[in-house]
């Protein structure tokens, strides 16, 4: 069994460029949920996708976005970056059958710097 | 609403000694939990959930959580620390909805568990 996988590692961008970052998602599953973790604080919920349509969203502005494949990998856009998107982003994966008992499986994390 | 307070941001135990970690929840609605474990500059790892089964809760590691609902707490304890469970621990509560819904998982702030020798 495959888990959840990131890329890139890490990554540099200057304030205003926009960044993709990838996730693919555990073998079987058909959600995935997307994080900013900050430094020294919690994980926040950015979106979440569910078979290819976004299916809630968090207190981020819409120059977050983001889209599921039909392979159920997922990809999340920041355009206009600012300093303060500096964070570790997770991607998390689960099954989507039964609402909020599913387990949510993280990977590893994209760490993004702005400067 | 839903939120989760972690008691204590940071916790030092001596290796072979007790551990327990607090939280307390907040929901408008019967809750999930979740211990999730982050070790430096690695991803979450669950340790353990409580979706309203048994409200004594066994995870990997030794690790185990009791659900109270009468004082809305899910407090992580381990009876023996060992020097590989110096982490961040993150309390996580998530809302149970229905079929195809977002499943929103909202974290604590964390406790940093440090053990010594």
């Known amino acids: 069994e495959t888990g959840v996988t990131q890329s890139p590692t890490h990554l540099i961008k200057t304030r205003g460029q926009q960044v993709t970052l990838r996730c693919s998602s555990q073998s079987g599953h058909n959600t995935v949920s997307w994080y900013q973790q900050a430094l020294g604080q919690g994980p926040q919920f950015i979106f979440q996708?569910?078979?290819?349509?976004?299916?809630g969203r968090g207190n981020f502005p819409p120059r977050f976005s983001g889209l599921q494949f039909p392979n159920y990998s997922s990809e999340l856009n920041v355009n206009a970056l600012e300093l303060d998107d500096s964070a570790l982003y997770l991607c998390?994966?689960?099954?989507?059958?039964?609402?909020?008992?599913?387990?949510?499986?993280f990977g590893p994390g994209t760490r993004l710097t702005v400067l | 609403a839903q939120s989760v307070t972690q008691l204590d941001s940071h916790v030092s135990v001596s290796e072979g000694t007790p551990v327990l970690l607090r939280c307390n929840y907040s929901?408008?609605?019967?809750?999930?939990l979740f211990w999730y474990v982050q070790h430096p500059n690695k991803g979450l790892q669950l340790l353990l959930k409580?979706?309203?089964?048994?409200?004594l809760v066994k995870g990997i590691n030794g690790f185990e959580a009791e659900f109270k609902k009468s004082e809305t707490s899910f407090h992580l304890t381990k009876p023996s620390a060992h020097m590989s469970d110096a982490a961040e621990y993150f309390c996580?509560?998530?809302?149970?909805?229905?079929?195809?819904?977002?499943?929103?998982?909202?974290f604590g702030t964390g406790t940093r568990l440090q053990v010594t020798l």
């Open positions: 998390a994966s689960s099954l989507g059958t039964s609402g909020g008992q599913n387990t949510q499986y």
């Open positions: 996580v509560v998530s809302r149970k909805r229905g079929t195809g819904t977002a499943s929103k998982l909202t």
């Open positions: 996708y569910y078979r290819e349509e976004e299916n």
């Open positions: 409580y979706t309203s089964a048994a409200t």
């Open positions: 929901s408008s609605y019967s809750p999930s």
